[in-house]
């Protein structure tokens, strides 16, 4: 399984962006998916997740409300909508896939078996 994300940039405080996450192989539609980010000298830390059928999602408590993760198993991509923009969301954000989570969902980076590359995500005051 190959995972690709982009969608990120520069962008100003206060806007938007829609980063994708699109994936090779069979496995996509039946793992769940989690959005990861490292901010410049942090640890990269869980951002958000979604079922397999996009029933359930999680999110950290930093970004309930202005980030919403989403999928099309039919297209084999997921979505992270990122609004309202704030300084301390500039980071490499990253896509991930847990091929037994089953119906949980899960904070932990251990448990996701494939990783993208990441795309940055720069935020401007």
């Known amino acids: 399984v190959q995972l690709v994300e982009s969608g990120g940039g520069l962008v100003q405080a206060g806007g938007s962006l829609t980063l994708s996450c699109v994936a090779s192989?069979?496995?996509?539609?039946?793992?769940?998916v989690g959005w990861f980010r490292r901010a410049p000298g942090k640890e990269r830390e869980f951002v958000a997740a979604v079922t397999w059928n996009g029933a359930t999602t999680n999110y950290a408590d930093s970004v309930k409300g202005r980030f919403t993760i989403s999928r099309d198993n039919a297209k084999n991509t997921a979505y992270l909508r990122i609004n309202s923009l704030e300084p301390e969301d500039t980071a490499l954000y990253y896509c991930?896939?847990?091929?037994?989570?089953?119906?949980?969902?899960?904070?932990?980076?251990?448990?996701?078996?494939?990783w993208g590359q990441g795309t940055q995500v720069t935020v401007s005051s």
């Open positions: 192989g069979r496995s996509f539609s039946s793992s769940a």
């Open positions: 991930a896939l847990d091929i037994s989570a089953g119906i949980f969902l899960s904070d932990n980076q251990g448990r996701y078996n494939y």
